[in-house]
């Protein structure tokens, strides 16, 4: 069991969720990424953090980085967001499709920061 499926299993509520999101991450980041707890929350790492998500007592918390927040602002107007957070009501349907967009931008400026760090 993985640290973040173990993280899941803790959340009894909030399993189906976790679950769905931890998928659609899962289906779209790179073979090399790795899963680690950070902040107390599940967190995928590819040259660094790229997204975390987390459960709370209403929503689902999506952690992307600001940049992520800047580039969707306009997808992510029917949800609560923050400088670098997203919140997704547990009574709403998860935007899976728009988080494996964000999931991927983030792939993207994470393997552009390594490109730069070489130079």
């Known amino acids: 069991m993985t640290i973040i499926a173990n993280y899941i299993r803790q959340q009894p509520q ?24 950070a902040y107390g929350m599940p967190t995928f790492y590819l040259n660094g953090n790229l997204v975390h998500f987390a459960a709370a007592k209403q929503h689902l918390g999506f952690y992307p980085t600001p940049s992520a927040i800047q580039r969707f602002s306009k997808e992510l107007r029917p949800f609560k967001t923050s400088k670098g957070a997203v919140q997704f009501p547990y009574t709403q349907e998860l935007p899976l499709s728009l988080i494996q967009e964000i999931v ?16």
């Open 14 to 37: 909030h399993q189906t969720q976790l679950t769905e999101i931890y998928q659609a991450i899962l289906a779209v980041v790179p073979q090399e990424t790795t899963e680690k707890i």
């Open 104 to 119: 991927k931008f983030r792939v993207q400026e994470n393997m552009k920061s390594v490109g730069q760090k070489s130079l």
